[in-house]
């Protein structure tokens, strides 16, 4: 994930001895939620420790980890989290990190393959708008159930039952096409 919205590099928080986190570019404090919901939107930013001026971005990347997984939002299953702690100290520890960055950047374009193609197959065909609209509601879905997402997501224009009676002409479409076949 390396696009970000400020081309002038990446944005700059210090964390203080009191927890605090300070937003650079704002010039305000934010929180943990802030830093997720700027990384899920591809921001680039470094948190550095206020007094010493280290560099401390993993530790806090960690932190927010932790607090996702302790609100229930779980991700990582027990035994990749007990087989990634049987790798420290391993002899395969320095192998690990270039190896899972590679394999999130492989599933994120085989997800944007598999959105494409479910897109394409359904192109031209009776099932062009059911694919349309389900795709349009799995992505509602997902948005809805991504943390820090602002509310639920926007309900599509049309009501439930108007989308009933719409798939019902569609089925009824079909099934008509399906008898002057056979």
């Known amino acids: 994930m390396k696009k970000t919205a400020n081309t002038d590099g990446p944005v700059i928080i210090k964390k203080y001895a009191n927890r605090r986190l300070y937003n650079t570019e704002t010039s305000s404090y934010i929180t943990l939620d802030h830093l997720a919901a700027m990384t899920r939107e591809g921001r680039d930013f470094k948190v550095v420790d206020a007094k010493t001026e280290e560099d401390i971005t993993h530790n806090v990347l960690t932190q927010i980890i932790m607090e996702e997984e302790a609100r229930g939002q779980t991700l990582l299953p027990v035994n990749f989290l007990r087989q990634l702690i049987a790798l420290y100290g391993d002899s395969m520890q320095a192998v690990v990190p270039g190896y899972l960055e590679a394999s999130m950047d492989s599933f994120r374009r085989n997800q944007a393959q598999f959105k494409s193609a479910v897109e394409g197959a359904f192109a031209n065909s009776p099932f062009a708008e059911i694919a349309k609209r389900n795709m349009a ?31 019902k002409a569609q089925l009824a479409s079909l099934q008509d096409k399906i008898d002057k076949l056979g």
């Open 137 to 167: 509601m799995f992505e509602a879905a997902a948005e809805a159930f991504k943390p820090g997402a602002p509310g639920a997501a926007v309900a599509p224009e049309t009501s439930k039952d108007d989308e009933i009676a719409a798939l």
